[in-house]
């Protein structure tokens, strides 16, 4: 296939499954939501965003697309690739602020204080009357702080909804709510942490996306099985006659998605 005049479409992929390497854990209820969805659809709609890696993948965007496709059986995945970033993002959460200052206190892997630490400082909380907590964790080496960082989620409310803001955005706290901004990494170290048998939490790392290709739709039975090559020539030629049937458009600017 000709280069696109989108180059994001030249950067589309179908890979087996067992080259992706995961960073962070999963959230059970959305993988749940995610995997039904894809049952349902019997296609993978978005792909999952990944970075060259050595001679596999990092993961960087879709890891609930990824466990949803693993444990629906098929062994291979459409992917998106782009450049590996010097390092990643972070979100933040808000969640109430209620006892949380009491509850990352009773952590015992962390050392709460209102000064930020020079080094191995997990999380900043923000409260909405101005005040600023930070947890360090007890132990400097990576894995171990990672560890740490784990055990942040027993502050969270049990069934409670934390919604993931974009710290840049600016975000304002109403009375009662807090902020927990988390350190962010680099892909090596996240490397790093699944090479030591550990993954993050949940919903921490982000990784923006120059130029993101949604709503693909492709067919769970393109991913069943069969030899990667084979199956990336398929994927072309089903751009190729998107492009062709006029079903795929660009759009340069922000663009809000409903989920």
């Given at each position: 296939m000709a280069r696109s005049a989108i180059p994001a479409l030249d950067a589309l992929r179908i890979v087996e499954l067992s080259c992706l390497i995961l960073h962070e854990d999963h959230d059970p209820a959305r993988l749940?939501?995610?995997?039904?969805?894809?049952?349902?659809?019997a296609v993978q709609r978005n792909p999952v965003i990944v970075a060259p890696y050595g001679s596999r993948y990092l993961v960087l965007d879709g890891a609930h697309r990824m466990r949803a496709l693993t444990e629906l059986g098929?062994?291979?995945?459409?992917?998106?690739?782009?450049?590996?970033?010097d390092r990643a993002e972070s979100w933040g959460h808000l969640l109430p602020a209620q006892n949380l200052?009491?509850?990352?206190?009773?952590?015992?892997?962390?050392?709460?204080?209102?000064?930020?630490?020079?080094?191995?400082?997990?999380?900043?909380?923000?409260f909405h009357d101005g005040r600023l907590l930070y947890a360090q964790a007890?132990?400097?080496a990576l894995v171990a702080s990672v560890r740490a960082l784990k055990s942040l989620g027993g502050v969270y409310p049990k069934g409670g909804v934390v919604r993931r803001v974009d710290p840049e955005a600016g975000a304002e706290l109403a009375a009662g709510e807090a902020l927990l901004l988390y350190r962010r990494f680099s892909p090596h170290e996240l490397a790093e942490v699944v090479d030591g048998g550990e993954v993050l939490p949940?919903?921490?790392?982000?990784?923006?996306?120059?130029?993101?290709?949604?709503?693909?739709?492709?067919?769970?039975?393109?991913?069943?099985?069969g030899d990667p090559a084979v199956r990336?020539?398929?994927?072309?030629?089903?751009?190729?006659?998107?492009?062709?049937?006029?079903?795929?458009?660009?759009?340069?600017?922000p663009v809000v998605l409903f989920e």
């Open positions: 749940a939501r995610v995997r039904d969805g894809i049952r349902e659809e098929l062994r291979l995945a459409l992917v998106q690739t782009i450049d590996l970033p200052k009491d509850a990352l206190r009773g952590l015992p892997d962390v050392v709460v204080s209102t000064e930020r630490p020079h080094e191995n400082c997990l999380v900043e909380a923000r007890k132990e400097v949940a919903g921490i790392t982000r990784f923006p996306v120059p130029e993101r290709v949604l709503n693909v739709r492709y067919p769970l039975a393109l991913l069943e099985d990336d020539a398929e994927l072309k030629r089903f751009v190729e006659e998107s492009l062709e049937g006029n079903r795929v458009r660009y759009y340069a600017e």
